[in-house]
Each structure stands twice: as C-alpha cells, then as structure tokens.
C-alpha cells in the first residue's frame, strides 16, 4: 500500500461548484497533516494545515479522520484561480525528533475549474 | 524579500556530464531540503540538512552529493551515476524543529539531459 495515496483526477468542475478531494495515508503513527498546492511547473505552497477537529480557511475545510486514516479537502465556491494540482502532505515524526526528514507527499489532485 | 533562490531555473547537459544545482536562502532557516518530481508523480527527498556541516540522505540519495558549508547555502551536484536524472529539482527550508510542515521552496530548477 502506498504511504499517501490521491486520486489524481482530473477534477474538471464549473465555477462555482463544490468539489472535495480525499487523500489516505497507511502509517497509523503520522502526526500532522498538511494540504500544498502547486501550480503548473511551480513550486507548491502551503494551502493549509489539516487539525483533528477540523479547520477552515474562508472557502476550503480540512478534516481529518485518524480512524480510517483519511483527510480531505473541500473547495466551496470554486473559483478559476484555484485550477492546481493539491498535494496531501503526512508528517511522521522521527525519534531524533527531527520530523522534516519525513515529509511523505502525494501525487496530487489536479483540479481543473471551467467558465 | 526574504526566500530561497535557485538557479539555474533550466538547464540543459548531456549524458555523463555532473551538474551542480545551487540553492540559497536568506530566511535564517536552519533546515534545508532538495527534493525531486517527476511528472505526475510526488516529491521525493534526495537529501536534507539540519544544520551546516550536516547532512542526512532521503529516499533516493544515490547518484546525488550535496554540501552544507554555509547555512544559506545547499547545493546539489548531479553526478553522472544518476540513471534517469531529467527531472523537476526543488529546494526547500524551514525553521530547524519546526513541526508546522511548512516548507518554504524555491521556485526549481527543471535538469533536462539529453
């Protein structure tokens, strides 16, 4: 099983829809969870980091779910700027305690928002 | 403004020929990362580097060197023994101990040999 698995898409939605994507992840010991976003040959950049309670950021909700070992990702109000590739991102924390070493990413969602 | 420089942004070199990718950032972060991307695939991390003079290898180390001489500073030299080295190169940093996740990265540098 692979440590932090996408649906790559395509997303193709229109503007203004709703879409959600989901990511899981097979190492129960993971620590935090982040969602990056990268634009085409760009670099990725942090979008949000994913809480146990659940966070939201204006239009986008992060949740996670330690027990089926899944976070997603919502996009409400879709806009054509968020056309991007969303990678999920999983921390397992080392016992150096150095946890940067073990940034797992995945391939990414691309999501595609139409006129 | 502060962040992490790479150049060159594309780069183009012929089989067997060694390069040498710089990276340099002037956020006083401690760690250091370069990582590689395929298309259509995740990031992958060559080599990280917690602190100068140190340096840890990643997931697919073999065929790369680095160096960690000034904290600024992170180059990567692709070595002739990298089979398949045409790839997305990015370089990363962030706060040495930081458990946010967030990495702050360079804007990459795409290696194309031929």
């Known amino acids: 099983r692979k440590e932090v698995e996408q649906d790559p898409g395509p997303f193709n939605v229109p503007e203004g829809a709703t879409v959600a994507f989901n990511c899981t992840y097979s190492?129960?010991?993971?620590?935090?969870f982040f969602w990056y976003r990268q634009d085409c040959r760009k670099e990725p950049k942090l979008l949000m980091s994913?809480?146990?309670s659940g966070n939201e950021d204006g239009r986008f909700t992060a949740q996670l779910n330690r027990a089926s070992q899944y976070i997603s990702l919502l996009i409400r109000d879709s806009k054509l700027s968020d056309s991007a590739t969303y990678l999920c991102?999983?921390?397992?924390?080392?016992?150096?305690?150095?946890?940067?070493?073990?940034?797992?990413f995945g391939k990414g969602t691309k999501l595609s928002v139409k006129p | 403004d502060g962040g992490i420089t790479q150049s060159p942004k594309y780069l183009f070199r012929k089989e067997g020929q060694n390069v040498t990718l710089s990276c340099e950032q002037n956020?006083?972060?401690?760690?250091m990362y370069w990582y590689r991307q395929d298309p259509g695939q995740g990031l992958r991390l060559i080599y990280y580097?917690?602190?100068?003079?140190?340096?840890q290898k990643g997931d697919i180390a073999e065929g790369y060197s680095v160096s960690r001489e000034k904290k600024e500073s992170f180059p990567l030299t692709v070595t002739s023994a990298q089979k398949n080295p045409t790839a997305f190169y990015l370089c990363?940093?962030?706060?040495?101990?930081?458990?946010?996740?967030?990495?702050?990265f360079g804007e990459g540098s795409r290696l194309t040999v031929l």
């Open positions: 990363a940093s962030n706060p040495r101990g930081s458990y946010t996740g967030e990495l702050f």
């Open positions: 580097s917690q602190i100068v003079n140190d340096f």
């Open positions: 956020l006083n972060h401690d760690a």
């Open positions: 190492n129960s010991a993971s620590q935090s």
């Open positions: 994913v809480y146990s």
């Open positions: 991102v999983v921390n397992v924390q080392s016992n150096s305690g150095g946890s940067q070493g073990n940034l797992i």
